[in-house]
């Protein structure tokens, strides 16, 4: 158990569809992540929020809509996405995200299918 | 812009040492992570480096050296539960806000 819980594990949507992936943190910590993890490539980051405030859009299309209404909850809104979206999405907690020693502890993602 | 290199696949023994390289090039540097994950699950924290030199935890250890953009992740006494990829990962100093991931090195222990 990591103390990152992300819902739903797996989803399967239409291009037309609108969907929600929500994770929540149960560590007390400051920072949460989103990540784009596709076969074969690296772990991208998505976005970054440091005490419920953005501080990176890693040029994230806006297809893909994060909200954070507070350090435990973070969410990303999903619309009209392409299949070459489908990817495994990660979530991850840190203590501060500018802090030195800063490892980050991750959900265990959803997978997510576009059809 | 960032770059992190690291092999794609080892293959090593049970009970034998492998050493995992990672390169790297970043307008900033503020910190190395290695991760593992294991097929299907999230990735797990195993070592962070941010001074030169080597950090010892167990039977994993982790090198840095920041002149030559260069990091090691040492696995001794390998185990069949070793076998995942590991991740190697580097934090950008100005703000410290973003960390780059490698594409991971997809490690096989064999009996």
């Known amino acids: 158990e990591t103390g990152v819980t992300q819902t739903p594990r797996h989803l399967v949507m239409g291009m037309t569809n609108k969907k929600s992936l929500k994770c929540e943190q149960h560590?007390?910590?400051?920072?949460m992540y989103w990540y784009k993890q596709s076969a074969k490539k690296p772990l991208e980051l998505m976005f970054v929020?440091?005490?419920?405030?953005?501080?990176e859009n890693n040029s994230v299309p806006s297809r893909f809509s994060p909200e954070c209404p507070n350090s435990s909850h973070l969410f990303l809104h999903l619309h009209t996405l392409q299949p070459e979206d489908s990817a495994l999405y990660l979530c991850?907690?840190?203590?501060?995200?500018?802090?030195?020693?800063?490892?980050?502890?991750f959900g265990p993602g959803t997978r997510l299918t576009v059809l | 812009g960032q770059n992190i290199d690291q092999p794609t696949e080892m293959t090593a023994t049970e009970g034998a040492i492998v050493q995992i390289n990672c390169t790297y090039q970043?307008?900033?540097?503020?910190?190395l992570f290695w991760y593992q994950q294991h097929a299907g699950e999230a990735p797990t924290f195993l070592s962070y480096?941010?001074?030169?030199g080597l950090e010892e935890k167990g039977r994993f250890s982790s090198f840095l050296s920041r002149s030559k953009g260069y990091s090691y992740l040492l696995l001794k006494e390998l185990q069949m539960k070793d076998s995942a990829s590991y991740l190697c990962?580097?934090?950008?100093?100005?703000?410290?806000?973003?960390?780059?991931f490698g594409a991971g090195t997809r490690l096989f222990v064999k009996a």
């Open positions: 970043t307008s900033g540097f503020n910190g």
């Open positions: 991850a907690s840190s203590q501060l995200a500018g802090a030195n020693y800063n490892e980050q502890f």
């Open positions: 480096n941010v001074l030169d």
């Open positions: 990962a580097v934090r950008e100093g100005t703000g410290g806000f973003k960390t780059i």
């Open positions: 929020y440091n005490f419920k405030e953005q501080t």
């Open positions: 560590l007390g910590h400051n920072a």
